[in-house]
Nanobody
């Protein structure tokens, strides 16, 4: 069973930056991504990366501010978040697909079967 552990969340003022990390033990799948869920709202995709091609895809609201990357040797997924806005406040989750998933990068939740516990990001105005 894949285990995912997020870290790096915290509180920051608008315009600031945070870096989230996801440790993926023994992961050999095809696709990883970041999702977020704000209170009272549905979970939404933020960014995704193909572990095979390094292709990435961001949501429209984050594509000019957030960067997803991976370190294969360290089995780590990273989300660099710049120019944070109050509307970015949410719990952020790392997610991973089954091996063999070809629909990647993707922000569709059905692609992902492994999820982390989440890390809180709070942006104040």
């Amino acid at each position: 069973r894949e285990r995912l552990g997020e870290s790096g969340g915290g509180s920051v003022q608008a315009g600031g930056s945070l870096t989230l990390s996801c440790a993926a033990s023994e992961y050999t799948g095809a696709c990883m991504g970041w999702f977020r869920q704000a209170p009272g709202k549905a979970r939404e995709g933020v960014a995704s990366i193909s572990m095979l091609t390094d292709s990435t895809y961001n949501s429209d609201s984050t594509k000019d501010r957030f960067t997803i990357s991976k370190d294969n040797a360290k089995k780590t997924l990273t989300l660099q978040m710049n120019n944070l806005k109050p509307e970015d406040t949410a719990t952020y989750y790392c997610a991973a697909s089954m091996p063999g998933m070809t629909n990647c990068p993707s922000l569709y939740e059905f692609v992902y079967v492994y999820w982390g516990q989440g890390t809180q990001v709070t942006v104040s105005s």
